[in-house]
């Protein structure tokens, strides 16, 4: 499925792992502020290549470092990062720290070679 590219359509926000926060919890406030969101938990592919490729087809994706976990995207976290920062096609928007030395990473769907230069964690 491709990443939403026009204004009517409507953006898809993928998410590696409900950690620290699930896509259900995004789809509620969307739905709050009257947005229209497709919110997807990307975390039971059991192959990097098929959370990769899952990722990839949104137009944000959001993917927390390796932890842990019973479902295998969580598992992934850090070879995804590698693969959504080698990604010309995806531009890293921010990252953020979270507790025990993990990461999460906010990627937008961009124009090939949108900044390979990512911000600093804070």
Known sequence: MEASTQPDKVPVISFSSPYPVTPTTVQLYAVQAHMSLDVRGEFFNRTLDAAEKALLSSDVAIVTGSMPHNLP??????????????????????????????????????????GSSAPASR
């Open 73 to 114: 995207g969580p598992r992934m976290g850090d070879e995804l990062i590698g693969r959504m920062d080698a990604n010309p096609g995806m531009c890293l928007v921010d990252s953020l720290p979270l507790l025990n030395a993990r990461v999460i990473r906010i990627y937008r769907r961009g124009d090939p070679g949108c």
